[in-house]
């Protein structure tokens, strides 16, 4: 795997100001809330590059997704290359569309994954040197709840509280309902995977994941304030 | 009112990137139309955010960084120009053409039977995908068919009975080999669907099977 550990103090206090180190010095591996940016910071990096093409924070936000997004893709079964290739790709779209970035609509980690994955699937345009053609933001709900500019900051609120629901629900969902769901990331042939790895036939897998979506639903409307 | 919505399973694929370019347009386009579809498919995204989040970080190349700079330095590729609308199949009056479909090629309209006309759908990200415009006008119906696999359905406009529910615009129908079924336009003008076959259709009968032959599906 050849991860690289490396120390460097932070500063003290106020918001955190990203070095202009080449990230691939210093993939960190610390514990992770000695080291992991806040949203807050997150969505200050992504304003900094809209606003004024800050190449300091554009570094600090490939420092902590790049590597992420490369295990994720390969763990989703990319090779290396691919893998590399689609995450050099997802971090320019980062750059370029930084200034279409909604903390109010949804997480920097789930915008950052929509991009990666309409840039898999849509291989033949990327092969082609084409521009990503999908907008993200259309699939991460225009008029959900939460959009009125007027309720900004709660707005915000709800969207980072919706991935820590999001995490939070996964850990609470029954093993086998948590792995269906991961599985269906993680597997090219998703309903052979979970009907290999749960001993199902295949015929019941789609009521498995609709069950496990269900649970996974109820459990996030639990969690609405 | 939309009543017929994509379910859970296809959903979540959709939401893992698992469908292919030609499915995944389908599913877009109701998803343009539908905002309880996308506030469903909001959570299953952020699971895929979450996923991102909570993955062991893998070190990059040494030359990643730069290649990105790079790349953010060299002129972007300019967009592609969408369809012009007069290269765009003709639409029944009202009927907008729905933006999503500028990511393909289309042909013009063919005929294939009495009040019966498609029109073939090119993706360049999946170019044997079959995708088609039907154009089919209220009595009429396609021939009873069966399938070897997947069809999507997304109603663009009209509506049409298959005895199984009524599909009016907006509504989606995901079909497999389990259903044998003869969709019928109601009355009240053209209906035009947007609809994606994994595999060939099964007509029935002789000259059903000809027709089905020569359209290619």
């Not at chain 1, 691939?24 to 590059?49: C, F, K, Q, S, Y």
Request: with cysteine; hydrophobic share 45%; charged share 20%.
């Amino acid at each position: 795997m050849g991860r690289v550990s490396h120390s460097w103090a932070r500063p003290a206090g106020g918001p955190a100001r990203p070095r202009a180190v080449p990230p691939h010095v210093g993939i960190v591996t610390t514990p992770a809330d000695l080291w992991m940016p806040t949203t807050d910071e997150l969505n200050e990096w992504m304003r900094a590059v809209a606003v004024a093409a800050d190449r300091s924070a554009f570094a600090a936000l490939f420092r902590h997704f790049a590597p992420r997004l490369k295990g994720f893709l390969v763990r989703a079964g990319c090779d290396d290359a691919q893998a590399e290739e689609l995450v050099q790709e997802t971090m320019v779209q980062l750059w370029r569309r930084a200034a279409s970035f909604d903390p109010a609509r949804a997480g920097l980690a789930t915008w950052l994954y929509t991009i990666a994955r309409n840039l898999r699937i849509d291989r033949h345009r990327r092969d082609a040197g084409l521009d990503a053609a999908s907008e993200p933001l259309d699939e991460l709900g225009a008029d959900a709840p939460g959009a009125d500019p007027d309720h900004a900051p709660e707005a915000r609120l709800l969207a980072a509280e919706r991935e820590n629901h999001v995490r939070a629900a996964l850990a609470a969902l029954p093993p086998e309902q948590a792995q269906v769901l991961r599985l269906s990331f993680y597997e090219e042939q998703a309903h052979a995977a979970i009907a290999h790895e749960l001993g199902l036939p295949l015929g019941t897998v789609k009521s498995r994941i609709r069950l496990a979506v269900t649970q996974l639903r109820r459990l996030l409307d639990g969690m609405r304030p | 009112m939309i009543h017929h919505h994509p379910d859970d399973d296809l959903l979540l694929a959709h939401a893992a990137g698992r469908l292919a370019p030609g499915p995944a347009l389908v599913l877009g386009v109701h998803l343009d139309g539908c905002a309880t579809c996308r506030a469903r498919l909001a959570p299953l995204l952020a699971l895929g955010g979450a996923l991102v989040e909570a993955s062991e970080p893998l070190a990059l190349a040494p030359d990643a960084w730069a290649r990105t700079l790079e790349r953010i330095d060299a002129p972007a590729v300019p967009a592609p120009v969408a369809v012009p609308a007069a290269l765009r199949p003709a639409l029944p009056d009202g009927m907008a053409w729905p933006a999503r479909l500028d990511a393909a090629r289309a042909s013009r309209w063919h005929w294939m039977g009495p009040g019966m006309r498609f029109a073939r759908l090119t993706l360049p990200a999946q170019p044997d995908a079959k995708l088609f415009l039907l154009r089919i006008g209220p009595g009429r119906s396609l021939p009873v068919h069966s399938h070897a696999g997947l069809e999507l359905t997304q109603v663009l406009c009209g509506s049409f009975d298959d005895g199984r529910a009524t599909f009016a615009p907006g509504d989606f129908d995901a079909t497999d080999d389990s259903v044998r079924h003869q969709p019928v336009v109601r009355p009240g003008g053209e209906c035009v669907c947007l609809a994606y076959v994994a595999s060939r259709l099964r007509f029935e009968g002789r000259i059903a099977a000809t027709i089905g032959g020569w359209v290619g599906m």
